[in-house]
């Protein structure tokens, strides 16, 4: 908990902050406090269809258990905030998957330039080789000049192999030396860093399919996970790029990162209500260890600490 609370730092400003004042000053339960409410829910990037489908649930049990006590309705509005998430993901299930027959898994990293892909591929790395698994990273990035060599810093760092092909490689025979490779010394997890080129769904569908098809030629059980990484700090942006990958490709779940450096930590919510896909990981900072599995719950109280 304690590194949502300070990952949220920036958020808490903004929403919790605003709230404990809105709080602070309430009178009575009236059509003021509902309109602050759903304003400071909205401003937060909730989104609002769920910032008001929240005012509504609490205007309901605000009724029901003829609440009054101010700390009684910001206990109410966590739990329903709480709820909110957890309903929704009901039917998925949040936890990562892994290969079942012994082969390695492959978990491939997908997003636009800029949103953390590298970064979030070295976190998870040194994360998961710190509990025992054997690692290989795939540059499969071969667009972005320098993307390689950060991915080789990240794989220094945590003791892991990188397998990169020459400048401008086609990314998936990058991808699939990696996997080949993998294969033969027995490597318990692949993360493939892809490019972010996104000029239109058409090419980023062809690409996703051509690297798919690269490594079911050799795991045809894999990849495991296809991961969206978001900049939590584009807001509703990283909701159109969401919907745009929802689209196009076999998206799993996202990774939300630089959460440390918005105040709208919001986005989490409306994400989720809109486009049903786990959060599965969040990044709070730009070392190995801001890197959490995402909690609805631990996520919430950071917010209102
Ligand atoms: P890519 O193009 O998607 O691979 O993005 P990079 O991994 O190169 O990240 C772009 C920039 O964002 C780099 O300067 C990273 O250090 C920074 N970054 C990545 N994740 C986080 C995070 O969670 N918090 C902060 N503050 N910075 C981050």
Known sequence: RAVYEKGLTQSRKGFAERFNRFLANFRSVDEDFFEELEDTLIGADLGFDLAISISNQVREEVKLENVKDPQEIRELIIRLMVASYEKQGEQEDQSMHFAKNGEPTVILFVGVNGVGKTTTVGKMAKRYKDQGKSIMLA????????????????GDR??????????????????????????????DILFVDTAGRLQNNVNLMQELAKMNRVIQKVLPEAPQEVLLVLDATTGQNALQQAKLFKDSSEVTGLVLTKMDGTAKGGIVFAIRDQLHLPVKWIGFGEKAEDLRVFSAEDFVFGLFK
């Open 139 to 154: 540059a499969a990035d071969t667009f972005r000049a320098g993307a390689v060599k950060q991915l080789q810093e990240w």
């Open 158 to 187: 945590a003791d892991v192999p990188v397998v990169a092909g020459p400048e401008k490689a086609d990314p998936a025979s990058v991808v699939y030396q990696a996997v080949e490779k993998a294969k033969a010394e027995g490597t």
